[in-house]
């Protein structure tokens, strides 16, 4: 049976997995797209060749009986609207991070998926899918290095569009990180300061652009994040765990080691959709799997939940300057189990 999948959302993370959905991966087919700029779901259905019907709105798409499943792949701040509306139709959906901007909405999700009885929402967290966070995890927790003390992040962008305003360093791109750390350390965050060095001149919009994140877990582990979204240079994830005994890195991107010129050079990607084109694809297919076999498989909205509220935490700690206590609060019964294969 072939899931038909609705798209709320054809900008630039919409395109790309309906781009993988119809030549990538297999058992789903996109029967439906929506988006504000209309045009533009009309140019995606014409330039992807898709047999599918342009929708007015999120509300029309989700309750079209042509539509067993749901991506939402619009703004953020559009999010929770359309995934408890999701969840009142009864279908699953498939929510680009992050699942609300607030710990609020996304306590709103969490209380609606539990009323409805069983768990519909996944969260696009894609790094837990990647290959070297994986490799990372195994490590640490085959304890190769023992236990780990400090983590050192760094999530660089090259420069963002005109629309990445406010709180989005945290609240758009922090939030990968907040995710896969206390998925990787199976720890939960206690605290957070946030110091801003000097702004880079080349950040737009009044963006203070670098910061540097400061959380400490509940087991005690600092962790530092650079959070640099014009840095010009290309798109750069980096991630040192230093445990008693050794340290782990997450791995570089392959590329080929070139000797030309008298330069001794290796590529570094620039857009986010290569750097984990993999992890997309893994994670869009297991969603497919799952969502044919009636479960949740990757982050659920609990996880949406807690990455929301430490994100909370962030924002006023950079207002306040100060350091801010944490506290997410116990998963409830729904959400343990066999829910997640990869939380
Ligand atoms: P985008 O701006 O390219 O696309 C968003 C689209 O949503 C636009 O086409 C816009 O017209 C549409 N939209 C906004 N409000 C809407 C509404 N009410 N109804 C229908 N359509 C609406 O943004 P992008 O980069 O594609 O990001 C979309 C989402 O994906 C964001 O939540 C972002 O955080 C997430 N994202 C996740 C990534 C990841 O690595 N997992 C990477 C990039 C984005
Ligand atoms: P985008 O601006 O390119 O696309 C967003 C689209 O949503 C636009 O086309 C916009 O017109 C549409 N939209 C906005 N409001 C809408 C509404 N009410 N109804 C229908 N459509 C609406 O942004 P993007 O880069 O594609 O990001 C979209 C989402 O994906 C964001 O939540 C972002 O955080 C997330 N994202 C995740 C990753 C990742 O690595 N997982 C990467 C990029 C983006
Ligand atoms: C974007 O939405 C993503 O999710 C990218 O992975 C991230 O690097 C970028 O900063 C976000 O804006």
Known sequence: MTLKIGVIGTG????????????????????????????????????????????????????????????????????EEFVLAAIKAGKPV???????????????????????GKPLVQVGYMRRYDKGYQALKNALDHQKIGEPLMVHCAHRNPTVPDTYIGDMAITDTLVHEIDVLRWLLNDDYASVQIVTPRTSSLAKNGLKDPIMVLLETNKGIRIDVEVFVNCQFGYDIQCQV???????????????????????????????????????????????NSTKKGIVSGPTAWDGYVVAVVSDACVEARNSKGIVSIATGDIPEFYKGNLSIVG
């Open 94 to 116: 498939f929510c680009e991070k992050p699942l609300a901007t607030t710990a609020e909405g996304c306590k709103k999700i969490v209380d609606a998926e539990m009323a409805y």
């Open 242 to 288: 230093v445990g008693e005994t050794g340290t782990a890195n997450l791995p570089e991107p392959s590329s080929i080691i070139m000797r030309s010129e008298a330069k001794l050079s290796t590529e570094i990607l620039v857009d986010w959709k290569d750097r984990f084109i993999e992890s997309y694809d893994i994670e869009l297919q297991d969603w497919i």
């Open 12 to 79: 630039a993370i919409g395109q790309d997995h309906i781009r993988r959905i119809t030549n990538v991966l297999s058992g789903g087919e996109i029967v439906a797209v929506t988006d504000v700029n209309q045009e533009q779901a009309k140019q995606v259905v014409e330039v992807e060749k898709l047999n599918a019907k342009v929708y007015e709105d999120g509300h029309a798409l989700i309750q079209s009986e042509d539509v067993d499943a749901l991506i939402v792949t619009s703004w953020g701040p559009t999010h």
